[in-house]
């Protein structure tokens, strides 16, 4: 049995987790050397791809120097939070990555905060010390800050550092001695992690996050804590409601390489996926059935926003999804909170609406997007943030935003932020940035991000997470252009854009087919305006100069779903098909 060591990597978004991975995946040799693997081997999914975010976390295995190191690649985005919290009861130290520009940010706060409660061992890693104006000793300086103002204890404070770049794949303990390998990092986690503790007795395993096969249905995966696991046995499953269900190991597997190896038994200190159990919930802990000792339960963090969720109904229904009936939606939405554990369903009166709880916009808007590409049609409302009633006071819930903008324009970003009830915390310069902090209630950031890059040009950085639940902070007064709103069902002529193109911005080209009650454009005013742009030009057979002059228009204003979903008001819905997204209004008549 070789010594096992189980380590987390935890960063704010885009600091380099997944690149890191890589390079430790190719220094144990994982592949042929003649094997094309591409980059962010971990990313697997298209969207994951395409976004470049992680949205799940992973587990991959390496074996280095007769030692097997599992890696947990965790998500850095704060509306996957549920995920890393969950994922950290796995490991025995953490690898905390920090960009050497940018330096701690919110999420890093976040999951470094969860870490250090659940008493890990962290090693930090300072990782693009390759870019210009970057700055390792200031950043190392703050993150020994941050520790102090976590509570880390004496031991965690005396955290080891490397520094390097993970894209040019190099770790040194001095960021001035450029190695050329990633190996002096892989000799410090066999050297400084823990060797994970292999105590014997009854097993116990808490399951901690779970897979979902077409074959055998769910897989709970956890790390074993005490005693060994062997398949084809009987165990106890210890439930939320304190009764233990007898349930039989059909197959047990564990980590190796990218993928998963079956095995006949496993030993404590082990992270393994078990198939065969049904009915499990996260949290759930597998120990013996005569002598059961279920594990304290994990709380999973609750929802912060809800969005409605209902079929297609607008005239294009069903022309180009495959999947449009109440059924399908609901037996979808169900089948995704088996899961994704931060979503909640909740039915309504009507059969064909639901409302689904989140965590954030973005965890949403990843819902819908994949429901899109297996080709459901639906209709989303405008999201909404969920109030608390504490000792009779209204409470909502408040976020941390963190701006990064061009000197020149901060003020513009400040101005913004505070018009939607936003306080500045910290003001600081960060190279040549101005780097700003606020607690901000949720409500405000919905469609923040879109006016912020509007008055920054495009350069401002923005991120949020949540922070707490606070009393309510009174009414926003935010101004609002009103919505240009087609009155005929057909394809727009270039005449009639060209002629209302002093009325505002269009989102439709010549070349797509709209119907009666679509949003087409946002007027200049605040009121809603209804236009015609199906009619044609009056043709005669009298020609005259000048009067032929060319249609020039604009082109269309591109919205990515989020945008779409933040951009909507309450008399509005957001249209999801496998081939558009379209904004429309509830009464189209």
Known sequence: MSSIRNIAIIAHVDHGKTTLVDKMLHAAQLFRENQETGELILDNNDLERERGITILSKNVAIEYKGV?????DTPGHADFGGEVERVLKMADSVLLLVDAFEGPMPQTRFVLGKALSLGLKPIVVINKVDKPNCRPDEVHDQVFDLFFNLDATE???EFPTFYGSSKNGWMSTDWKNETDSIVPL???IIDLVPEAPSPQGDPQLQITSLDFSNFVGRIAIGRLTRGTLKEKTFVGLAKA????????????????GLGRKKVSEVQAGDLCAIVGID??????TITTVENPEPLPRMAI???TMSMLFMINNSPFFGKEGKFVTSRHLRDRL???????????IEATDSEDRFIVYG???LHLAVLIETMRREGYELQVGQPQVLYKEIDGVKHEPIETLVIDVPEGVSGKAIELATQRKGELLIMEPKGDMQHLEFQIPSRGIIGLRNNILTATAGEAIMTHRFHEYAPFKGEMTTKTNGAIISDQTGTPTAYSLDKLQDRGTFFVDPTEDIYEGQVIGEFNRPMDLRVNVIKGKKLTNMRAAGSDDNSKIAPKRQFSLEECMEYIREDELVEVTPENIRMRKIKLK
């Open 279 to 284: 009915d499990f919930e996260i949290g759930d």
């Open 186 to 188: 892989l000799d410090g």
């Open 301 to 303: 963090e609750e929802p």
């Open 241 to 256: 409601d304190g009764s233990i269900k007898k349930v039989h190991i059909k197959e047990l597997q564990t980590f190796e």
């Open 359 to 361: 965590r954030g916009i």
């Open 68 to 72: 097997k190191v599992n890696i947990i």
């Open 155 to 157: 031991e965690q404070l």
């Open 334 to 344: 169900y089948k995704e909170t088996e899961k994704n554990l931060a979503l909640r």
